[in-house]
DNA sequence: CTGAAAGCGCTTACAG
DNA sequence: CTGAAAGCGCTTACAG
């Protein structure tokens, strides 16, 4: 009758001749089985090769074992590294992960949402850019817990972790100004994005509390390399030049720096140079480039642990948002520069 | 009766007043439905934000939708890429994708694979590592499609899609060789990998063939950076030192490229060095890293492709051994050095 | 075109 | 400590 190959807990317990149910209490490690009985029944098992079907055990103990990832992208250093952390603490608590990305389109996501029903027994967000009012509550399973990751939302009643940005960003503006400049440039990220605008918004509050007199110099850009490029290439042609720049994300730095280079444009000797991230490229270009760490495997981690912990509480999650503090990492690329004047 | 918040097939059929099976047929699109019918069950369905429940689908259909990707490791760059060239293919035809790593521990492989049963309707296996015999045989849930991923088998009844390193290997010689190198040093991998097996079996064949009279000088390593220093600080202290360097994989070149910059060793000028595998930092570093070129994201979108045609067409997967051809990607590290002598 | 019913493979009160 | 039975939420022959 079964399918070949396909051996069901009915067929242990015809072998080891005694219920279905008691072969499921004795696999499931409960205590309410005679120990011989339980020795016979895992013997069995074994022998028959029998390994409980998923999707019937989750129908019937509402639990998947698994928690869901729904993020923008799987491609680079961040998802990458966040995914790691994740993944850390999902095999330390024995929990499968399932990954789903939607790449910037927020029907894919809502789709993604609600195909998690019956899939998770918890729910792992990213949402950087800014989303419609409710979009979540309309997407999101009823009754399954949710940890949004680097997620802004307006009077939102998630539970979040996010990078502080602010934070960061005001602290690298600081440096640049301890070191001696006066003068200094950022290149912005998109628009829509959470986390640039967070960079932005730290950017011009430090700048206006250190250095009141002077003006924001504010370059678009777009979190690539190519519009970093962009961005150098019009620093370099303007006429008064800034003195330092301080790019929102580590790959518009780079790109920011081969413009310099071509120009003959030394950092940072003509210019000094920041970027945000710390990604490994940062340590490995000449010179190497002065950033502000976040630890994104432990963004992930934190999250996870977090979620799991309601899940296996059967908790509500509590809404406060928390925060992981970046690094300043001070490398070649903003040493004070050796001046003439000054 | 239903949790609060959780809405089934019931309470759609109830709703609609029709029976689930109209329902189901309704919503899986089915053709014998009424057509005023169905209008009257998706707008019920969408109005009580129906979503139907993965594992009870899953239980009755035999279908998850989903495929399983077992790898050693979420870390870096390679399964990144990977999973990135997986994931396009998901997407586009509509698949979730659960990720296990097992970072090593065949235990934890095992257990993985066989946790597979019931959530997955194919898998995608990646073991570089050898395997005892019969590993996978004692552990893959019966019947489940697999394509095994960068993973040798002796004696294999598997499908599987594998870099062509071999090929690749000797390829990097001929290059090395056609520059004029002569003395040409192979920084070897982890000898229980088996893309550095076919990388270091491509060197010493390559060798013996354009060089009949040289001895294949080899250094350990581990494919880590630091082994790649290691090997670097050796030859720099070698008496009769190479005028070239193959390292298996390019984190060991750029290792290796350290402790020749701080030895004040040139590259091309005093030794030409290349990698394999053309990570993003292969063109970062200076000088430029020739290199190797190993389209992993196409790897994993091909693997995946062929899983699922053989998912869809509820087909056998053919066993034959598919091979990915790399691309040598010259850079400044193998310029023809300006020798003083020949 | 539609519904009643069986069944997918488990878990878990309920009785004993 | 154990088993018979209900139930998880679907899909799908089977009848009509």
Same mark, same amino acid.
């Given at each position: ?43 069995? $098992? ?7 079907? /998923?999707?019937?055990r ?9 928690? %869901? ?8 250093e ?9 993944? *850390? ?14 790449? #910037? ?9 609600? /195909?998690?029903? %019956?899939?998770? +027994? ?5 949402? &950087?850019?800014?989303?419609? @009012? ?8 009823a ?10 939302? @307006? +009077?939102s009643?998630y ?11 005001? $602290? ?16 912005? #990220? @998109?628009?829509?994005?959470?986390? *640039? ?5 730290? =950017? ?11 003006? &924001? ?8 390399e190519?519009?970093? =490029? ?10 008064h030049?800034? +003195?330092?720049?301080? /790019?929102?994300?580590?790959?518009? $730095? ?6 310099f ?18 990604? &490994? ?18 963004? %992930? #981690? ?6 799991? +912990? /309601? ?6 999650? *509590? ?24």
């Amino acid at each position: 009758m079964a399918r070949s190959g396909t051996v069901t807990i009915k067929d242990v317990a015809r072998e080891a001749e005694v219920s279905v149910a008691t072969v499921s209490r004795a696999l499931n490690g409960h205590d309410n089985v005679a120990e011989n009985v339980r020795q016979l029944v895992l013997a069995t $098992a074994q022998r028959l090769r029998y390994q409980p079907h /998923a999707a019937a055990r989750s129908l019937s103990s509402r639990r998947t074992q698994t928690i %869901g990832v729904v993020l923008p992208d799987l491609y680079g250093e961040f998802f990458s590294e966040l995914i790691r952390g994740i993944d *850390a603490v999902a095999r330390a608590r024995r929990q499968h992960l399932l990954v789903s990305s939607y790449h #910037g389109h927020p029907e894919e996501q809502g789709e993604a949402l609600r /195909a998690m029903r %019956g899939r998770v +027994d918890g729910l792992l967000v990213l949402s &950087p850019y800014a989303d419609q @009012p409710g979009f979540l509550t309309d997407n999101l399973p009823a009754g399954l817990p949710v940890v949004l990751v680097n997620t802004q939302l @307006p +009077d939102s009643d998630y539970a979040a972790l996010s990078v502080d940005n602010y934070g960061g960003a005001t $602290a690298m503006v600081e440096h640049l100004v301890g070191a001696g400049h006066r003068r200094i440039a950022f290149i912005c #990220g @998109p628009k829509d994005n959470f986390d *640039a605008r967070e960079r932005l918004r730290g =950017y011009r509050d430090a700048l206006a509390r250190l250095l009141p007199d002077t003006q &924001p110099l504010e370059l678009p850009g777009d979190f690539d390399e190519a519009s970093g =490029y962009e961005a150098g290439k019009r620093i370099v042609a303007s006429k008064h030049r800034p +003195d330092a720049v301080f /790019a929102a994300n580590d790959m518009m $730095a780079l790109g920011c720096l081969y413009a310099f280079n071509e120009a003959g444009v030394r950092v940072p000797d003509d210019i000094a140079l920041a970027g945000f991230d710390d990604i &490994p490229l940062a340590r490995f270009v000449h010179p190497t480039l002065t950033t502000m760490r976040v630890n994104i495997a432990e963004l %992930g #981690g934190r999250a996870m642990t977090r979620l799991l +912990d /309601a899940v296996d509480a059967n908790d509500e999650l *509590a809404a406060p948002v928390q925060t992981l503090t970046t690094e300043l990492i001070v490398r070649q690329s903003s040493e004070r520069p050796r001046r003439g004047s000054g």
